[in-house]
């Protein structure tokens, strides 16, 4: 019997005393999914891709085999600081050394000895008078190379000084194309040797005034015993004037000028007391000597060195020629001026290109 307000809930989920039923949590059925129904929700809606501007295709120009060659030709000479002028300032084209290397050239081939240097040229601009140091190559065509040593010569410095290569930190190292750089380098039959330096310039700072400026007034050095030296030919002698306030450097030329003339307008412009004629001229003949004494030993070794040569080397002697290539003229460009002269122990180029 039910007390009063009490619901009875009959099992089967009918109703009792006129309430609706409520769903049973137990047992009560769920409605299934049609097939279509569970496919609808099965399809993913594609999502929405941004779409990017299409890029225009970059290209790079290959670089060419032997287009550093002139830059890993290290400038002998050259003041440190000027280096990225020399190399960046201009767009120098140097395809005229790379087209020698090449089938056809002049150098294709052949066992080719390299070294640069700048030549400091003045061109007019806008802005009036400006310096420009061109880079110009030497390629020596030899079998062997053509010296192991550098002259230091300095304006200031009262003698020249020869010097191994290797004292100053530079040696001739192969140079390899770009097109042989990722092959194995020690089995290769190198035909172009390049003059290297391995003193960095971040450690310039750490070196002595007269250190850097060895480097910077050396030149290639090359001693050919079948070509008479300069010096051995020379008839002069420098000398200072015996002047008490300022000497002044002066040239006494043996073979052309008289001795007493010499004097005697030495004296006559005040660079000479009259009293110290006698001293100066005794000082004049001992350099005379020495000078005659020092061409006629270089004639002597020269002449040995022949005479101990085998006929191979003398032959390569004979054989060796010197190349000197600038850039190519271009509006870009300064124009510059060309010249066969390399050095004073080179001498002059068999060809300018």
């Not at 004292?167 to 290769?188: G, L, N």
């Not at 000497?247 to 001795?259: A, G, I, M, Q, R």
């Not at 006929?311 to 870009?332: D, V």
Request: aromatic share 12%; proline share 6%; with cysteine.
């Amino acid at each position: 019997m039910a007390l009063p307000n009490q619901q009875i809930v009959d099992n089967g989920g009918g109703t009792v005393n006129g309430d609706k039923k409520k769903p049973s949590l137990r047992g009560g059925k769920r409605k299934r999914k049609t097939k279509k129904e569970a496919e609808k929700k099965d399809v993913k809606k594609p999502r929405a891709t941004r779409t990017r501007p299409q890029q225009e295709t970059e290209y790079f120009e290959d670089k060419r085999n032997l287009e550093d060659l002139w830059k890993a030709a290290f400038p002998v000479g050259t003041e440190w600081h000027k280096l990225d002028a020399v190399y960046n300032e201009f767009n120098w084209d140097f395809k005229t050394l790379e087209e020698a290397f090449e089938e056809g050239g002049i150098l294709y081939g052949k066992k080719v000895f390299v070294f640069g240097f700048a030549e400091p040229q003045y061109f007019y601009d806008t802005e009036g008078k400006k310096m420009v140091h061109v880079p110009s190559v030497v390629a020596v065509e030899s079998p062997f190379p053509p010296s192991d040593k550098l002259a230091i010569t300095s304006i200031q410095g009262a003698a020249e000084e020869i010097v191994p290569m290797k004292q100053m930190k530079m040696d001739w190292v192969p140079y390899i194309p770009f097109e042989t750089r990722d092959k194995q380098v020690d089995r290769m039959n190198f035909q172009i040797f390049i003059m290297g330096c391995t003193q960095r310039r971040s450690a310039l700072r750490h070196l002595k005034e007269d250190r850097i400026k060895k480097f910077e007034y050396s030149l290639p050095y090359f001693y050919n015993p079948f070509v008479e030296d300069a010096l051995e030919q020379s008839t002069e002698v420098d000398i200072l004037s015996p002047s008490d306030s300022e000497p002044e450097p002066l040239v006494f030329d043996w073979k052309y000028t008289k001795l007493q003339e010499f004097v005697d307008d030495l004296i006559e412009g005040e660079l000479l007391a009259a009293e110290k004629e006698d001293e100066f001229k005794e000082f004049v003949k001992e350099q005379v000597r020495a000078a005659k004494k020092a061409n006629r030993e270089a004639r002597e070794a020269r002449e040995k060195a022949i005479e101990e040569m085998s006929e191979e080397t003398k032959e390569a002697f004979q054989s060796i020629k010197f190349y000197k290539f600038y850039p190519r003229p271009s509006p870009h460009v300064p124009t510059f001026l060309t010249s066969s002269f390399i050095n004073r122990y080179y001498g002059k180029a068999h060809q300018v290109l």
